[in-house]
């Protein structure tokens, strides 16, 4: 018997309590998402919600196959 919340297994919220099995594992810090874990599946890679809310907008975009461009001046030459 758990000496915290006296039952056998021990209940969900108990700090004792075995950590729930991964249902996916995040691609960006390779962690498991658990049931309840808020996340996105992407390209069919998942990813949890939180750790693309600490992405920069070049990162996210990159993953949706946006790719950045830096502009030049165009130099005349139609050639």
């Known amino acids: 018997m758990c000496d915290i919340c006296r039952s056998v297994p021990c209940l969900a919220g108990c700090p004792n309590a075995p950590d729930p099995p991964a249902v996916y594992t995040c691609d960006d810090c390779g962690e498991g998402i658990v049931p309840g874990d808020e ?5 069919g890679r998942y990813y949890h919600l939180d750790c693309l809310e600490n992405m920069g ?22 050639g």
């Open 57 to 78: 907008t070049r990162e996210l975009l990159e993953l949706v196959g946006v790719y950045t461009n830096t502009a030049e001046e165009d130099d005349g030459y139609d």
């Open 39 to 43: 996340y996105a599946e992407i390209d």
